[in-house]
């Protein structure tokens, strides 16, 4: 674990996905998986949690549907869910806004699921 600019940062895996702690808001990795039978929170690739949703990769459908799956897996509003990179990549970085220690119990919980 790294100090940067008084925030937290754990990597993990090669490609050093991260997971960032500032006040309420906690950020990490999402991989996005659009198609999907049916939506899902769960997982992990690469250091990133997986994300299954219906809406196909067009017009930022599966962008918004991640943003809604995501907000239902951790219990919060969907307007604390919000997307801060690769809005139209798989891979992604997601901010949630919330209780941080909850949040982060919560993501270690979804990523050790399968």
Not at 40 to 64: H, Q
Not at 102 to 108: G, I, K, N, Q
């Amino acid at each position: 674990m790294r100090v940067i600019n008084s925030v937290r940062c754990t990597y993990d895996g090669a490609a050093k996905r991260f997971r960032e702690k500032a006040g309420n808001v906690i950020r990490f990795s999402v991989r996005v998986h659009p198609g999907s039978k049916a939506p899902t929170v769960g997982g992990c690739y690469d250091g990133a949690l997986v994300v299954r949703v219906r809406a196909r990769a067009a017009d930022g459908a599966a962008t918004a549907e991640t943003c809604a799956a995501l907000a239902e897996a951790f219990g919060v509003r969907p307007s604390a869910v919000r997307c801060e990179q690769g809005a139209r990549s798989r891979t992604k970085v997601v901010a949630v806004e919330g209780r941080d220690d909850v949040l982060a119990s919560r993501l270690d919980v979804l990523r050790s699921a399968t």
